[in-house]
């Protein structure tokens, strides 16, 4: 990526205030977003993965966003290899590079120099074997292989993620090393990049934040983009958009198995779920400084008074 880049990045879990954060930062820095969610990569997956609305693309440049088709086997080394490519653009032209998101693996994959060998492509003869193992055994009998393997990487992966417990396990057999072997190999930082993390003080208070993106969601027409995507296939088990949260919770209601509600009530459950899970994620992370949005959510604080909170804590001075 050439000279030491100066980033920084807004991480957290879901319905923190990201995106409004991140567009504030860029606006006030002469700078663009760089997307780092793992959905948001694919296109046709717009409302529920909370992507930025045209208006919000329109205020600032963005990247990474929409650059993979729902069914394609989008890597975290596929990532990486575009979201450098984009840092290193956006650096050469005196912008900074804000990046935006909650994939905590993609995250990584820009701040430290991992080397993803076999960790990528196609998987060939091993893949289609894992997978037909697991259609045969279940997804828990293929995570119970990849814990045996390489306990530390299956702490990070959940166990319905088959794509990713297959693949961690397919390095493993390809290379004769596990997946938290390659990434310790290079753990020097190849970015100078200062991130952001935002947090709720108050569970309930990001509960409720939570339900309410969830009923946006449905009001903007989740169901309709869900019976979309699924018609098309690009829902098909085994396919990465199958596992997204805000559509896999939806399938029961799309075959006819439930009514709406329930699905709607699996929706809030699994992303309170998913929340916590990238909470806990960045929260063992020593390079990210956190803030607190409680009094952001309840209007006691501007997005401009957080960006503020944000730019010093990143030691970024702007002439606002």
């Known amino acids: 990526m050439g000279p030491r880049a100066r980033i920084i990045a807004i991480c957290g879990g879901t319905a923190t205030g990201k995106t409004p954060l991140a567009l504030r930062v860029a606006e006030l820095t002469d700078g663009e977003i760089v997307g780092c969610d793992s959905m948001q990569v694919y296109r046709g997956m717009d409302i529920g993965t909370a992507k930025p609305t045209p ?46 998101g909650g994939t905590g693996l993609y995250l990584d994959s820009i701040i430290y120099d991992n080397k993803y060998s076999g960790d990528g492509g196609d998987g060939g003869e091993i893949r289609a074997s894992l997978e037909k193992y697991a259609d045969e055994n279940g ?10 393997i390489d306990p530390e990487a299956a702490e990070s992966i959940h166990p319905n993620n088959r794509r990713r417990v297959a693949r961690a396990i397919e390095i493993y057999m390809k290379t004769g090393r596990t997946k938290t072997e390659w990434d310790r190999e290079s ?8 991130v952001i993390g935002l947090r709720f003080r108050d569970r309930e208070l990001h509960r409720r934040a939570i339900r309410q993106r969830c ?13 979309r995507l699924y018609g098309s296939g690009a829902l098909d088990a085994g396919k990465p958009a199958s596992q997204a949260i805000g559509y896999k919770e939806l399938l029961p209601y799309l075959r006819g ?8 009530d699996r929706l809030y459950y699994g992303t309170c779920r998913y929340s916590k899970r990238q909470t806990t994620w960045f929260s063992k992370k020593d390079y990210v400084r956190w803030l607190d949005v409680d009094r952001v959510y309840l209007g006691d604080e501007s997005v401009d008074a957080l960006a503020a909170r944000a730019l ?8 606002t």
């Open 55 to 100: 208006e919000e693309m329109a205020r600032v440049p963005h990247h990474l966003i929409g650059v993979a088709d729902p069914g394609d086997d989008f890597s975290v080394a596929d990532y990486q290899a575009l979201a450098k490519s984009a840092i290193a653009d956006i650096v050469s032209r005196g912008k900074l590079p804000v990046i935006c």
């Open 139 to 148: 997804n828990d009998a293929l995570f119970s292989r990849l814990a045996q």
């Open 187 to 194: 753990r020097t930082a190849s970015a100078d990049a200062a």
């Open 215 to 227: 009923e946006a969601m449905i009001e903007s027409g989740l169901v309709a983009e869900a019976a």
């Open 257 to 264: 198995e439930e009514p709406l509600s329930a699905a709607i």
């Open 312 to 319: 010093s804590a990143a030691g970024i001075d702007t002439d």
